[in-house]
């Protein structure tokens, strides 16, 4: 597979190309959530939609520390790779994959464990539902942060 040199010939196709995965990758997400609340909408009612609005305010907020985090190492490591330093680029990539890993278990466990007294902090309305739909969320947090840790050296690319 070919490199793409962006500092050559016209912006607007390797943008696409580059933008493409990210925009779908966005869509998807938002189509998830609507999904999700759908669902819960429907099969378990108002008090379901209570959760999970509060069980995300605590989601999203450990999921955008974990994007800044894997952000930042995939700047350093666009930068390692543009200044064609491959062990640098090696050793960023696999540091910012394993540090992905050890932060995804350790939100893992905070959700888990502690994810019922921060709603109670919050004062959530619907604190049953919400703990329920937060702990579950929490439970797969390690593969958001696989994913992530995966995809961020990819971008930096």
């Known amino acids: 597979m070919g490199q793409t040199d962006l500092t050559k010939g016209g912006v ?7 933008a493409a995965p990210l925009v779908l990758s966005s869509v998807l997400q938002a189509m998830y959530g ?6 819960a909408g429907q099969f378990i ?7 999970l609005t509060n069980a995300n305010t605590i989601t ?11 952000n930042g190492g995939g700047i ?13 680029t090696h050793q960023a990539t696999a540091t910012l994959f394993l540090g ?16 019922r007294p921060m709603l109670i902090a ?5 604190l049953e539902e919400a703990a329920v739909y937060l702990i579950t969320c929490g439970a797969g947090f390690l593969l958001v942060a696989a994913y992530n840790g995966a995809s961020a050296p990819l971008r930096g690319v």
Request: include cysteine.
């Open 122 to 126: 919050l004062g959530a309305p619907a």
């Open 100 to 115: 992905s890993l050890a932060a995804g278990l350790i939100a893992t466990a905070l959700l888990v464990l502690l994810g």
């Open 12 to 18: 607007f196709k390797p943008l696409v190309k580059y």
């Open 34 to 39: 609507l999904v999700d609340t759908i669902v």
């Open 76 to 88: 350093l490591i666009g930068q390692y790779f543009g200044a064609k330093k491959r062990s640098e």
């Open 60 to 70: 999203n907020m450990a999921t955008q520390i974990l994007i800044g985090r894997c």
């Open 45 to 51: 009612g108002a008090e379901a939609l209570s959760g």
